[in-house]
């Protein structure tokens, strides 16, 4: 028997339902608007939640119950989080040190392919495997991967338009116009920047260290503090062996490095004096000011702002990005300080490479008008200024000479906001990654006095025992036991140590070689992986892999480097390593980094002794790159703490 309700009878049912809020509404008219502003979304977010876990619930039925999931068959952790269906493993792998939550698994399961669960049970793909993930970053295959849309919504927020965001044709057209300011000729242009700022940076210590022996007049044995040193790091100094936060000195050379070497902007971070009482707020820094507030706003993502920008990257659920906030005030204020500080460096710029082109022109009494440059003829100018007579190029004026060139046509070239985009991201991109590797290396340097000692030898071999010139770029980069402690560093602690792409549309992935499944009787040679679907980039877990590395895969050796197992020389990395990944949306900076850390661990092993203190334990957390602080003094946050001193020669 079929039970249907007649039109008329389902038309008074549902007017005898509506009745009553109906009239409330008449009743009431203004309460009832301004309440229905705060339940709708409330309904649609209430909706939304229960919709996220009906999708958990069934995706965690098809793994467990019905075995119908297609990565039923993969190892996959035996333990999830408290509450899987909202975190899967996330809580094990975010509580962990970096790298460490994956190598667990990976340990747990004997293989460094299998899959574990993110957010709402999703099934997040772990191949550990370089040569899938060579395949996976080729320029034939990685625009089919791409960031998660949350991802890129939370550096759209720090960062605007850059080519750290971008995907597909946008990306391959920012990066054509980027890539000349990141080639080696133009890196090698820019050495005397990162010499003068590593020479300021050995100053500024050097200060600190003479000061802490003649500070005798300090209170109970104990010298004046020092700008950005923790009451804990005064405690234990000593005379002329200070203990001093190596890892903030860094990023402020690191922040001049790439405002000059980025934009031609002078930050002057390494101006402060190192007498806290004489610190004072530099006017007009409006650049500095904007970016260390959003700065700091990057490193902390509070819960609400993150869902905020998780659900609105859903298309009915759009809306929720416009529910004002404090921190996405505070987010949209400083990055529209930053962006008219850009605009104006932009305009600068512009104006800058027109007259340059339009003396150039006039010297060579051609018919030409400055904007009718080519490619060509910027080329011309630049062979003719590498001979010394004009100095070396800021990344921006070089991307902006390229992005000026007559014979780019304008589909492909950059509008004033994706400019400004690459501004901040090189400034976000660009300074901390470096200035914690750097703290990091001299971290590893003083727990091993003997290879801290080799690698100034081999310094002052080149420079003089008192540093008495300044490396040059070649120079720099033909050092063998200075490049094996860099590549050394970059490979035990990588300050990204890993990154998420997600499939665009299904494909297959080769494997090196066979990997077991999970009941461990049968293996597989490649994984698919449908649209949609997340996969890790385990940038640490491949470089400390022991199959490629050896057994001592863990340790700091940069002698491996002089003698580099065949496993490692042929695995087809960049530099033999993932540290800067590879392909089209690989490192762009990582020429600049190199140089850069090269330039400033020359200059600091060659003229300090560093020292771990005795019972601090140093310990890496994972925000957007491995940050340092010591156990029992979380309350100072961040820090690389060193004792200091000069060397005796
Ligand atoms: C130790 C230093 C550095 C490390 C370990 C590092 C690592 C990385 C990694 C792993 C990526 C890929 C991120 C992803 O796609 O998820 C990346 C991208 C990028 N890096 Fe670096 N980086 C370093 C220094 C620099 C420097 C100094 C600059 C600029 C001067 C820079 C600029 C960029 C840019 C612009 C991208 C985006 C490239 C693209 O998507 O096309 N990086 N970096």
């Not at 804990?232 to 990023?251: E, F, H, K, L, M």
Request: with cysteine; proline share 6%; aromatic share 8%.
């Amino acid at each position: 028997m079929k039970f249907e309700l007649a039109p008329s009878s389902a038309a008074s049912l549902l007017l005898s339902v509506l009745s009553p809020p109906i009239s409330l509404i008449r009743s009431y008219p203004i309460s009832s608007f301004l309440a229905s502003l705060v339940l709708i979304p409330l309904l649609v977010v209430v909706t939304a939640a229960l919709g996220f876990l009906s999708i958990a619930t069934w995706r965690y039925i098809s793994l467990h119950i019905l075995a119908t999931d297609m990565y039923s068959h993969f190892p996959r952790p035996a333990r999830t989080d408290r509450y899987p269906l909202l975190t899967g493993n996330l809580g094990h792998i975010r509580k962990a040190p970096p790298v460490e939550g994956h190598l667990a698994f990976q340990r747990e399961l004997n293989t460094k392919v299998y899959v574990y669960r993110g957010l709402f049970y999703s099934p997040r793909l772990m191949i550990g495997d370089a040569k899938a993930m060579l395949h996976l970053l080729s320029a034939a295959n990685s625009y089919n991967y791409e960031k998660p849309s949350s991802t890129r919504l939370v550096l759209k927020n720090f960062l605007g338009e850059g080519v750290l965001v971008a995907e597909g044709d946008v990306h391959k057209r920012q990066r054509k116009i980027l890539q000349p300011a990141f080639n080696v000729g133009a890196i090698r242009e820019l050495n005397p920047i990162f010499m003068r700022y590593s020479r300021d940076l050995v100053e500024k210590i050097g200060q600190m260290v003479d000061r802490s022996s003649s500070e005798k007049e300090a209170v109970n044995g104990i010298t004046k503090p020092f700008v950005a040193q923790s009451k804990y790091s005064q405690n234990v100094s000593r005379p002329g062996a200070p203990v001093i936060d190596i890892g903030w000195w860094c990023t402020r050379a690191a922040l001049d490095i790439i405002g000059d070497a980025g934009f031609g902007y002078h930050f002057e971070a390494l101006k402060v004096d190192v007498d806290p009482s004489l610190v004072v707020k530099r006017a007009g820094d409006e650049l500095g000011d904007a970016f260390n507030t959003l700065f700091k706003l990057t490193l902390k993502i509070d819960i609400f702002r993150f869902l905020q920008l998780y659900l609105s990257n859903f298309r009915l659920l759009k809306w929720v990005d416009s529910i004002p906030n404090k921190r996405k005030r505070a987010t949209e204020s400083a990055y529209g300080e930053l962006e008219k500080v850009s605009m104006r460096i932009v305009e600068r710029k512009k104006k800058e490479i027109r007259n340059e082109m339009q003396a150039e022109v006039e010297a060579r009494g051609s018919s030409k008008t400055a904007n009718g440059f080519t490619k060509a003829d910027f080329d011309e100018k630049e062979s003719s200024s590498m001979t010394g007579s004009t100095p070396g190029k800021d990344l921006l004026h070089l991307m902006m000479r390229a992005n000026m060139a007559a014979d780019v046509s304008p589909r492909e070239k950059l509008d004033d906001a994706e400019l400004i985009g690459q501004i901040t991201t090189l400034l976000i991109a660009g300074h901390e990654t470096t200035s914690n590797q750097t703290a990091w290396t001299l971290w590893l340097l003083a727990q091993q006095p003997e290879t801290q000692q080799k690698l100034r030898a081999e310094i002052h071999d080149h420079f003089g025992k008192g540093m008495e010139r300044d490396p040059n770029y070649d120079e720099l980069m033909s050092m063998p036991y200075l490049d094996a402690v860099c590549k050394e560093s970059f490979r035990v602690k990588s300050a990204v140590p890993s990154t998420i792409r997600v499939a665009k549309t299904s494909a297959t992935i080769p494997l090196s070689k066979p990997y077991p499944t999970r009941d461990g009787k049968s293996t597989f040679n490649s994984v698919h992986i449908p649209a949609g679907r997340e996969i890790i980039i385990p940038i640490s877990a491949i470089n400390l892999d022991q199959e490629i590395w050896g057994s001592n895969a863990a340790d700091f050796v940069p002698e491996r480097w002089l003698d580099l197992p065949a496993s490692a020389k042929h695995n087809g990395l960049p530099m033999h390593l993932m540290t800067f990944i590879s392909g089209p949306r690989g490192c762009i900076g990582n020429r600049f980094a190199l140089a850069e850390f090269k330039a400033m661990l020359c200059h600091l092993v060659g003229n300090f002794h560093f020292e771990t203190v005795a019972d601090w334990k140093v310990e890496a957390k994972q925000t957007a790159v491995i940050r340092s602080r010591v156990i029992g003094q979380e309350d100072v946050g961040p820090q690389m703490p060193l004792r200091v001193s000069r060397i005796t020669t």
